[in-house]
């Protein structure tokens, strides 16, 4: 799907206020409410990018800020009155699609009723089916159970605008290319797809070749 890989983007300097961004105004005072009163370098570096709609590779350590980087532009992308999954981010575990769950709901609180459901393995498919009935504004979850789902066309990814890979390098540690690989099959091929790693080894570039369009390129090594 893409073409080459460009050069990584400059990264904009660190410590900026997120006030620059074109968020919206609610998004800012929720920002302001959680004390995020700058932009870590990766969200200063990833999110004119994102915005923007790019597609993006972003490499940088964990504790780095990377999931208010996806989720702030997820919700961008979002239109609260459709009531469709419209975003999707994989994770490699519970416990981390636990924790994205929870910060994109820290971040949705000013939003009515957006609905965010995790979906991961290790528990009965039953309960997942019967919540995702009633509807989701974004899911996040494992590959495996996602695709579960998929399988069973108790999830339906029509409306999806927006694909998050996140933590890229431990899904591919755990074997889940050919998991994601059958779940992007399944999103809209007009989409926004965003690839997040805390190390950028061989794979990832397979991965972006593969699932991401003219993908702008952050890396941020060393401090940040
Ligand atoms: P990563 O995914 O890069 O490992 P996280 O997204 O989990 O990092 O962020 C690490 C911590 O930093 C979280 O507790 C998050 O709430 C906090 N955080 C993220 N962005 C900001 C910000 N701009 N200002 C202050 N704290 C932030
Ligand atoms: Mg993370």
Redesign the pocket.
Known sequence: MSESIPPQAEPTPAGRPFGELPLSPALLATLEQL??????P??AASLPLTLAGHDLIAQ?K???????AFALTLLTNLNPRRFAVQAMVLCPTRELAD?VTQ?IRRLARSADNIKILSLCGGTTMRPQRASLEHGAHIVVGTPGRIMDHLDRGSLRLDALNTLVLDEADRMLDMGFFDDIAFVASRCPVRRQTLLFSATYPEGIERLAQQFLRNPQQVKLTGQH
């Not at 004390?35 to 870590?40: G, N």
């Not at 964990?62 to 208010?68: H, M, P, W």
């Open positions: 004390e995020y009163r700058t932009m870590t990766i969200q940088a964990t504790g780095s800020g990377k999931t208010a924790q910060e």
